[in-house]
């Protein structure tokens, strides 16, 4: 056998669709692409709303205010601070950082118009969140006439900055700090009119 014979005709064809029935139906054969591309954009509409209109998560709190996350503590009189002079006492403070951001001592002052004040470390210096520093802090007697002689609460003004505000605030450093202040006052007048 060769297999010669009439090609046979092995496409399949499809059946014809069914032509739909009633007005709208009708209609919606005709128009069948334009309902489909209203629907798909009534879709992504919807769904954009819904995304935009969606629950937003609340902003956490704000960082505290940078007076109210740390604590400037009296230690003690600062002995042997290099580089000081006739008139020259220091007194040893402790930064402690509680919470939030970094904070920034950019100045530290006091009210007395008789004595200046340097730090070391020199402002501005940064204190990191749940750390401590400790500050030598030297206080240099211009005129003894303007310097008090037994100041009851004496206080340190600090500026502090951190992400939230920049503050001045006074720290008031207890009755050891007036207590070592007025002795090293009266020691430094004592040599100078001396």
């Given at each position: 056998?060769?297999?010669?014979?009439?090609?046979?005709?092995?496409?399949?064809?499809?059946?014809?669709?069914?032509?739909?029935?009633?007005?709208?139906?009708?209609?919606?054969?005709?128009?069948?692409?334009?309902?489909?591309?209203?629907?798909?954009?009534?879709?992504?509409?919807?769904?954009?709303?819904?995304?935009?209109?969606?629950?937003?998560?609340?902003?956490?709190?704000?960082?505290?205010?940078?007076?109210?996350?740390?604590?400037?503590?009296?230690?003690?009189?600062?002995?042997?601070?290099?580089?000081?002079?006739?008139?020259?006492?220091?007194?040893?403070?402790?930064?402690?950082?509680?919470?939030?951001?970094?904070?920034?001592?950019?100045?530290?002052?006091?009210?007395?118009?008789?004595?200046?004040?340097?730090?070391?470390?020199?402002?501005?210096?940064?204190?990191?969140?749940?750390?401590?520093?400790?500050?030598?802090?030297?206080?240099?007697?211009?005129?003894?006439?303007?310097?008090?002689?037994?100041?009851?609460?004496?206080?340190?003004?600090?500026?502090?900055?951190?992400?939230?505000?920049?503050?001045?605030?006074?720290?008031?450093?207890?009755?050891?700090?007036?207590?070592?202040?007025?002795r090293a006052l009266e020691v430094a007048c004592s040599n100078d009119s001396g």
């Open positions: 056998m060769s297999g010669v014979g009439p090609v046979e005709d092995t496409v399949v064809r499809e059946a014809p669709r069914p032509r739909p029935r009633g007005r709208l139906a009708l209609r919606y054969d005709r128009h069948r692409r334009t309902v489909l591309a209203a629907a798909a954009l009534v879709v992504l509409a919807g769904g954009g709303y819904l995304y935009a209109s969606r629950p937003q998560p609340r902003p956490g709190p704000p960082p505290p205010y940078p007076s109210q996350a740390i604590d400037l503590v009296y230690l003690a009189p600062a002995t042997g601070s290099p580089g000081t002079t006739a008139g020259d006492f220091g007194f040893t403070v402790l930064l402690s950082v509680r919470s939030g951001p970094p904070v920034t001592v950019t100045r530290l002052t006091q009210p007395y118009d008789g004595l200046s004040v340097a730090s070391s470390p020199a402002a501005p210096f940064q204190t990191k969140s749940h750390s401590t520093r400790k500050i030598i802090v030297t206080l240099r007697v211009t005129e003894c006439e303007k310097a008090p002689r037994n100041p009851g609460l004496p206080f340190l003004d600090v500026t502090l900055r951190n992400a939230r505000a920049i503050e001045s605030h006074s720290f008031i450093l207890g009755t050891r700090y007036a207590r070592d202040l007025s």
